[in-house]
């Protein structure tokens, strides 16, 4: 028989290093015994007001130590917690309240009037911000000093390239077992602090905030992404871990000093998507020690990251599968070989075991024990795998399949170009043809930028139209939307 | 439902790093690609000769880098290995082979003549040398590219202070959870390199075969212990973590020179029993970093490890059971408070499902689903485990429980001992009294030591005689065997 029963995580690292820093949001800094004593109190008042085993309870809050404790509280009484995009509108949010069963929403005072707005079309819903539940008084309960790897911890909405949001199951299980293969490659130093510029609503997030508990070690957190501040907090104040996505390194790299950073910063954790080789070298000249990972919301973050050994002769791809996890590329229902581009299909203790109300369709995607992610990609003669695009971005034009991450990485390592993205536009003769959108940090002509791809890009790959745009529309976390671009077509 | 499957963990590792080095057996050095297609190749010929999946198979190896190779790979064709301590008796090992039904011994050169001695008085045992596995032809077979975590991984016979020894199930999951548990606590550094001068057939020396490959980092193999080889590894070869006993520390300290050891050296993980203070506030003066740390074969090696910020203000103490596991102190039937003396009482996905050929006297070990160790402890105000002894040693005499281990650290206190033992006698009027068993280093007088034992030990207490004696029993592992005190006597 499995052991699924371990000690509840936060109450075990408290009782092992209680006088280790836990976490430092601006000046409020919390030794784990404090934190676990405060998650406590909450646990105590959350049970107070009815939230007990199994309930599914809306989280929207902003990024500050609120949310590890709001967190760990709602797993201390055994409930599930649905972490919710702040940025988010209140139909959106509804939908993903109505969609889990939510019947509390616990929020923010700076989120106030959404939330409450929310309330007037939502009746059955009951609202309780943080000053509500410390106001409570603690329940007399029992917490839950164990927990079960099989239970519910997490449902977060991925953000859907199509059709409605679904809501990804995350069980404890998943979490534990991708704190573990992430120790097993970026390894677990002393004198670790992981630095949360992040959303904590996002998996990204998440992950940092259940890695520094079982590992003992300190979480700082950043309550916006300032890119000075993140490179002075690792200049300064000893952060060795970042988590980040690409567009975030581009606004470091632009604040860093001439100096650089110090040895003491051992990672930067770059996921969200691939990131353009002009980026990477970049990195690499200033001897920034960047991992480029490959995960998702389904598989608890990272899924495969590039080993230390591998971070100059590798670069551009996110490495292997993690420890514990395993990855292929398939096409048409066969497996495919080194080199060839196909579907990246995943498995493993971290993959979620599915969506809330499992449709059909989902079944279809996880046949055969695999999660069909819908990314395209393909592994090296060494089996290091590079991620090429979302699939359901993928551009056919005359039959050719045409990435829009490879175009943009072309834009972008032109030095007037800031960011880019392609989408695909309907075409009487070719089906489909991408088109271009493009930041700029200084003036250019048109046709320059044009030449300046045509020698970079075979012909059917050249974007039929360039347009000079202020920003490009990206997720909380981020992301670059492509199925957004069109809006900005003039 | 629970994940446990999960890829074969020497077939990840060399797909993960293949060239960082596995091994360093003397002159042979084996990357993990090596190393992986080493044990790919014997797993293929083992198939040859009929051994699979569910076979029980005796291992009779001495410490070389034959030894992991032959666990790989029995492990990859999915057998269970049947781990031999190479210093017994034909009786004995006779005994474990025929208890655990193993029809295959496994065996080096060096030990072939007590090897063809068994096979005259067991028939039906094939008898396979490593030469002879080397000679064979690979089979045509699939090796096993997953394992479950519920399979059986290895048997081990538990030295046992009293009756036959009993065969200690440990499954792939066991052993995965205690090399995690190992990591969270510590941590996994990329310059890491792990020496085992532990005999490979104990769980000591076993885990750290089972923690290097999954971590990716290097094993350092000594043949045999021998204390100026120890720390030279130390000094000149990078070596950062070493497994050992108390005697083995003793030696280390003997042979160490004025400099002492290079900041590079940052565990030494010293099990095997409750060390004397006196060993302990040495290392400490000589800034040993030393991990005590309580386990035994049944928990698949550490259980409880001493943190690394608490070295100094918690010497003595075998630390708190690590991030998955927990520990109580039990009497009689209940859990005990702080500072009280009880039975260690463990649980957690480390500890074994049971003996083979369980009995009704093992189900009461595990009682309510806490393994019962046996072992004698108290847990401190901050719940730091102390180990006082093992029960079956205890000595009562007069009402008053006697624990040879305390009487022993003071004795190993005075400047001229060495190292002590102290059983129980039978004793007219008090039922048992303890006499202690004292190796020197210089002569001195039998008054002076019982005059230095009055001053720093209840009247109770006091060994009624002490021997002077060249050596002390001791197992393949080093640890005192008390039980075999008696037959010192004059």
Redesign the interface.
Known sequence: ????A??NWLA??A???P??VAIVDGKVSLTFREFHESVQAIARKLARTGIGKGDFVGLLVENSYRAPQLIYALQYVEAVTVLLNIRLTANELKWQLQDSGCRWLIYDAALSTIAEGLKTEYTTLSLLSYSDIVAQEEADVALATELS??SLHTVIYTSGTTGYPKGVLLTN?NHW?SV?GS???L????QDRWLVCVPLFHVSGLSIMLRTV???MTMVIHRKFLPHEVNQAICQDGISLVSVVTSMVTAMLQELKEEGYPVSFRCLLLGGGPAPLSVLRDCRDKHIPVYQTYGMTETASQLATL???YLDSKIGSAG?AL??S?LRIEARGKVMEFGEVGEIVVR??TVT?GYLHSKQHDQETFSGGWLHTGDLGYMDRD?FLYVLDRRSDLIISGGENVYPAEIEAVLCSHPAVVEAGVAGIPHERWGQVPVAFVVLSRCIDQEELKVFCSENLAGYKLPHEIYYVASLPRSAANKLLRRKLLNLLP
């Open positions: 028989m499995m052991h699924s371990m000690p075990k690292r009782f092992l290093t006088e280790r790897l099989e299980g077992w573990m120790a097993i490659n390894g677990i130093q002393e079982i590992y003992g080993s230390p050994e292997k420890f514990p395993e493993g203790p075991q089996g």
